[in-house]
């Protein structure tokens, strides 16, 4: 391997003091239920490796598996659509709940509204649900994306009708990029990040992320299951603040699951301000198999969440995404099949490496990982560059050393 799992972990006597109210569970209720008014709605399989489970020597490995998620194979979608139901209620002054999925996209609310265009910047996938939510309300939408984004991710995007914008650019500038086209013509940046000044849609964007999590605590009270680990993928962070900061609220105090965020080497913000205890900006030019996570500047109100909820901080490489995403695709026998892209993939690759391999005990004895840990994954992601999926899965691309 090229580089080295690196962790950094937070040692702390008291519950974090950030407030993590936006992301509890009666908010999380509302969220679901504007969710579920929509007709492809329905909750994503939450799959039990029990035979891999036993493989590796812990009491249960738990899998939600967004590959299903509104036919878009990813959780995206969550947040950019609760996000401009938002907007639009607010333009409209109406209550979210008095617009339903059929009331949203209807006529009505279209002549109401006039024309209105989104604009935002993506590695793939949360442009791909803007873009299908502007497309639903018969609406405008304009995706920037990063230098080298796969041709397929591009073109999902157009397909749902947005113009799309590959710049020569990292993510992040892709993002001011977005940011200035909105300001100058008017038009609404529905960002899934935040900074100082523009944290209202990023919070409602993470607030729709909550659906997915209370999906998974629907389904381990189900099972009669309390998690012992939590561990989530982190780009500029919204995701794993949402999940992280909603279980902090369903399982507080002592009961909260140990929190590990995963990142890749190449570009690992949340890593590194972790590590120096203050928000840390990575530029230029990086490159990662894992697009979605190729973010460098922390989303601040999320980076908040996760210096005061998570416990670990992974950086990761490459390999282990890769490895992550064969292990997930060749199931053990009677366990479920997941189909699982490189940013869905890489917590997961991360973890079964460290149970496989007895070199790295000193990891796992860190993670406090043993026979009775219930651990809790989101493959938040299908395969959506399929041609790189393969070459991963079927050739061999990226081997573990
Ligand atoms: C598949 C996938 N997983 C995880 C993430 C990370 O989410 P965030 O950037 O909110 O941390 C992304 C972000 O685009 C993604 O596309």
């Known amino acids: 391997m090229k580089q080295d799992i690196k962790i950094h972990q937070r040692h702390r006597d008291t519950p974090g003091s950030y407030d993590i109210s936006f992301l509890d569970l009666h ?15 329905k909750p994503t399989p939450f799959r039990q490796l029990a035979a891999l489970a036993g ?48 009331r949203l996209i209807s006529d ?15 590695d793939g996938n949360h442009g791909r649900g803007v873009a299908w939510t502007a497309n639903q309300l018969k609406q405008h939408s304009i995706v920037f994306m990063p230098r080298g984004s796969a041709q397929e991710r591009v073109r999902n995007i157009e397909a ?15 993002v001011r990029m977005a940011n200035n086209l909105a300001q100058e013509k008017g038009y609404i940046l529905v960002q899934d990040t935040a900074w100082e000044g523009y944290e209202d849609i990023p919070r409602w964007i993470m607030q729709g992320y909550m659906t997915m999590a209370l999906e998974m605590e629907d389904s381990l009270k189900a099972m009669k299951k309390k998690p ?15 999940v992280a900061g909603f279980f902090a609220n369903a399982y507080p105090g002592k009961d909260k699951p140990i929190i590990t965020i995963v990142e890749p080497n190449a570009v690992d913000c949340i890593y590194r301000s972790a590590v120096a205890d203050e928000r840390v900006l990575i530029g230029g030019e990086y490159f990662t198999i894992m697009a979605g996570l190729a973010c460098g500047e922390p989303n601040t109100v999320a ?18 995404a890769a490895y992550g995403m064969r292990v997930l695709g060749n199931p053990l026998p009677g366990d479920a099949h997941i189909i699982s892209g490189e940013s869905g993939a890489a917590p997961f690759g991360v973890v079964a490496k460290i149970l496989a391999d007895p070199k790295l005990t000193a990891l ?10 219930v651990l ?17 899965v079927w050739d061999g691309k990226y081997p573990s050393a």
């Open 303 to 320: 980076l908040k969440v996760l210096m005061d909820y998570a416990d670990n901080f992974i950086s990761a490489p490459d390999e282990l």
């Open 228 to 242: 012992t680990h939590l561990f989530l993928q982190a780009g500029v962070g919204s995701l794993p603040a949402a």
């Open 55 to 102: 493989a590796l020597g812990v009491q249960d490995i738990l899998v939600k598996d967004e590959s299903h998620r509104f036919g878009l194979n990813a959780f995206k979608v969550l947040g950019g659509s609760y996000a401009i139901g938002r907007v639009v209620a607010n333009k409209l002054g109406e209550d979210l709940t008095k617009l339903p999925f059929e």
């Open 376 to 392: 809790m994954f989101i493959s938040t992601e299908g395969d959506t560059d399929r041609q790189g999926y393969r070459d991963i």
């Open 108 to 122: 009505e609310i279209r002549q109401k509204l006039g024309s209105v265009t989104f604009v935002t910047a993506t």
């Open 364 to 373: 796992k004895e860190a993670l406090k990982l043993h026979k009775d840990s």
């Open 27 to 41: 908010t999380a209720q509302d969220i679901a239920a504007f969710h579920a008014s929509f007709p492809m709605y």
């Open 160 to 174: 749902e009708g947005a113009q799309v914008i590959v710049g020569d650019c990292n993510y992040d500038e892709a």
